[in-house]
């Protein structure tokens, strides 16, 4: 007799994580499945982050989203790149953004063809040849479809977290999950097998498939099942974050603003309703007060809850998959939201559970093999464009000083070193940060290449600065004929004000 197939699938927690995972559940899993999610109201979540890389736009589309009624529901914005403020030096700031920069020639990548014209005095910054990073610090903002002279915009979001969770929430009930109100009190398991979750007044979950969406304790795959647990705090130390929103106020900017501070770095990301704020610092370095302070004095309006205090690690678990248990969020592992890349990762993960998807108990030990060795991959490759941030750097503070002087991952060092000697970029194809992303960051900090590739010596230095020229003017054309940021947002996704 073959083996019931795998039927119900038990999701052990709400939030961000744990509502992306049902809403995809409910779309992608084929009929016959019964979907439940497990959540209290009683424990807060985390809220994994209001700022999105543009993956998001695929998750939502493939789930029917239309773009601006999610916006309006979540009081979301536009997001066109990340800036990053006194990273490499105090005074000096630079755009990670999502689109392209200029363009390729014959064989040779943009970044070359700026790097000799830089070295010979005709480049502006490498920025400047970038619709997206020019629309971005003119506070544009349009759905341009591209064309032959210049490519689209390339967008993502930023959005209230809790909002988003509630937002798929509705869709996913919709659709028939069930949503079981309780807090997990026990977990039984038959070895690596989980059977059910027993809730705190006796009530039983039983399952055969168990997402692990209970945030930093990661109770189905940490505590239940031992998941071991990799420390990167010797790369990434900062292991607090103060966070508050406060009222809009200053620029309503289509980006998100990371500005390096004394022992860590505050992020501000501007929604409809108000500003995200946060402090991310090493508590050996700054005491909770001083980062505290120090985030009260750098927001754009006033406070709007109280400030509080979360505490993390960075590090990944040892396996996110074991036996019928696959942990997803702040349950598989953490990275600082640097490069806003928290709700990516569920996002990812999502994908992965549903790519390897197992139709029987017996098939899951080589599939979750297959998951595990993905996603640690997955992490370390974020990992080290998140360390490249701190290693590159000539900031005068103790903290700053210690993450330069600091030795990297190996493979990191062989990418500074080569991008630094060559212009030279090496990526694995799957990888999520591309050549360009490490191109940005890389020059952004201050690791302008030392020479250029050969073949960019194949134009005249009059042509050079005329190709340059092209791109210049065909960007200013552009960004001058986009409507404003809040202009656009107002007219197409407007989102619903509070009651004062």
């Given at each position: 007799?073959?083996?019931?197939?795998?039927?119900?699938l038990?999701?052990?927690?709400?939030?961000?994580?744990?509502w992306?995972?049902?809403?995809?559940?409910?779309?992608?899993l084929?009929?016959?499945?019964?979907?439940?999610?497990?959540?209290?109201?009683?424990i807060?979540?985390?809220?994994?982050?209001?700022?999105?890389?543009?993956?998001?736009?695929l998750?939502n589309?493939?789930?029917?989203?239309?773009?601006?009624?999610?916006?309006?529901?979540?009081q979301?914005?536009?997001?066109?790149g990340?800036?990053?403020?006194?990273?490499?030096?105090?005074?000096?700031?630079?755009?990670?953004?999502?689109?392209?920069?200029?363009?390729?020639?014959?064989?040779?990548?943009?970044?070359?063809?700026?790097?000799?014209?830089?070295?010979?005095?005709?480049?502006?910054?490498?920025g400047?040849y970038?619709?997206?990073?020019?629309?971005?610090?003119?506070?544009?903002?349009?759905?341009?479809?591209?064309?032959?002279?210049?490519?689209?915009?390339?967008?993502?979001?930023?959005f209230?977290?809790?909002?988003?969770a509630?937002?798929?929430?509705?869709?996913?009930?919709?659709?028939?999950?069930?949503?079981?109100?309780?807090?997990?009190?026990?977990?039984?398991?038959?070895?690596?097998?989980?059977?059910?979750?027993?809730?705190d007044?006796?009530?039983?979950?039983?399952?055969?498939?168990?997402?692990?969406c209970?945030?930093?304790?990661?109770?189905?795959?940490?505590?239940?099942?031992g998941?071991?647990?990799?420390?990167?705090?010797?790369?990434?130390p900062?292991?607090r974050?103060?966070?508050?929103p406060c009222?809009?106020?200053?620029?309503?900017?289509?980006?998100?603003?990371?500005?390096?501070?004394?022992a860590?770095?505050?992020?501000r990301?501007?929604?409809?309703?108000?500003?995200?704020?946060?402090?991310v610092?090493?508590?050996?370095?700054?005491?909770?007060?001083?980062?505290?302070?120090?985030?009260?004095?750098n927001?754009?309006?006033?406070?709007?809850?109280?400030?509080?205090?979360?505490?993390?690690?960075?590090?990944?678990r040892?396996?996110?998959?074991?036996?019928?248990?696959?942990?997803?969020?702040?349950?598989?592992?953490?990275?600082?939201?640097?490069?806003?890349?928290?709700?990516?990762?569920?996002?990812?993960?999502?994908?992965?559970?549903?790519?390897?998807?197992?139709?029987?108990?017996?098939?899951?030990?080589?599939?979750?093999?297959?998951?595990?060795?993905?996603?640690a991959r997955?992490?370390?490759?974020?990992?080290?464009?998140i360390i490249?941030?701190?290693?590159?750097?000539q900031?005068?503070d103790?903290?700053?000083?210690?993450?330069?002087?600091?030795?990297?991952?190996?493979?990191?060092?062989?990418?500074?070193?080569?991008?630094?000697?060559?212009?030279?970029?090496?990526?694995?194809?799957?990888?999520?940060?591309t050549?360009?992303?490490?191109?940005q960051?890389?020059?952004?900090?201050?690791?302008t290449?030392?020479?250029?590739?050969?073949l960019?010596?194949?134009?005249?230095?009059?042509?050079?600065?005329g190709?340059?020229?092209?791109?210049?003017?065909?960007?200013?054309?552009?960004?001058?004929?986009?409507?404003?940021?809040a202009?656009?947002?107002?007219?197409?996704?407007?989102a619903?004000?509070?009651?004062?």
């Amino acid at each position: 007799m073959s083996p019931a197939p795998l039927r119900q699938l038990v999701i052990a927690g709400g939030g961000t994580a744990g509502w992306m995972t049902a809403a995809a559940a409910t779309r992608f899993l084929e009929r016959g499945w019964q979907i439940t999610l497990v959540e209290s109201d009683a424990i807060g979540t985390v809220g994994v982050g209001e700022a999105t890389i543009p993956q998001i736009r695929l998750f939502n589309a493939g789930l029917g989203i239309d773009e601006n009624e999610f916006l309006a529901a979540t009081q979301g914005s536009f997001k066109l790149g990340i800036e990053f403020v006194d990273w490499w030096q105090p005074g000096q700031r630079y755009m990670h953004n999502f689109g392209e920069v200029g363009r390729a020639l014959g064989l040779v990548p943009f970044h070359h063809w700026w790097a000799r014209a830089r070295a010979e005095g005709q480049a502006r910054d490498f920025g400047h040849y970038s619709l997206n990073e020019r629309a971005a610090r003119a506070h544009r903002f349009d759905r341009l479809a591209g064309d032959a002279t210049l490519p689209p915009l390339v967008w993502a979001y930023h959005f209230d977290a809790g909002l988003y969770a509630a937002y798929l929430r509705r869709r996913a009930e919709a659709r028939g999950v069930v949503r079981v109100e309780g807090r997990i009190a026990r977990v039984e398991r038959e070895g690596e097998t989980i059977t059910t979750l027993v809730l705190d007044d006796g009530r039983r979950i039983a399952g055969d498939l168990f997402v692990d969406c209970s945030g930093f304790r990661s109770l189905l795959i940490g505590e239940a099942l031992g998941s071991g647990w990799h420390d990167w705090s010797h790369w990434l130390p900062c292991d607090r974050a103060v966070a508050v929103p406060c009222a809009n106020g200053g620029d309503f900017t289509p980006y998100t603003r990371a500005t390096a501070r004394p022992a860590g770095w505050q992020w501000r990301i501007p929604l409809q309703h108000r500003i995200g704020n946060g402090h991310v610092f090493s508590s050996a370095h700054m005491s909770e007060d001083e980062a505290t302070a120090i985030l009260m004095r750098n927001l754009d309006g006033e406070p709007l809850a109280e400030p509080r205090t979360l505490a993390f690690q960075a590090g990944r678990r040892d396996r996110v998959w074991i036996g019928n248990c696959y942990a997803l969020g702040l349950a598989a592992g953490f990275l600082e939201p640097l490069e806003s890349t928290s709700i990516h990762l569920i996002q990812s993960g999502i994908a992965r559970l549903l790519g390897l998807l197992p139709g029987e108990p017996a098939g899951m030990a080589v599939l979750a093999a297959e998951a595990n060795r993905e996603a640690a991959r997955e992490m370390e490759w974020i990992r080290d464009f998140i360390i490249l941030h701190y290693k590159a750097n000539q900031r005068p503070d103790p903290f700053w000083r210690a993450a330069a002087a600091m030795a990297v991952p190996p493979e990191l060092a062989e990418r500074m070193a080569l991008f630094a000697a060559t212009g030279r970029i090496r990526r694995d194809h799957d990888e999520l940060f591309t050549d360009l992303a490490w191109s940005q960051v890389m020059i952004g900090q201050g690791l302008t290449p030392a020479t250029h590739h050969p073949l960019a010596d194949g134009l005249s230095a009059g042509d050079l600065g005329g190709f340059l020229g092209l791109i210049d003017r065909a960007i200013s054309g552009a960004v001058t004929a986009l409507p404003g940021h809040a202009d656009f947002l107002a007219r197409h996704c407007p989102a619903p004000r509070k009651a004062a």
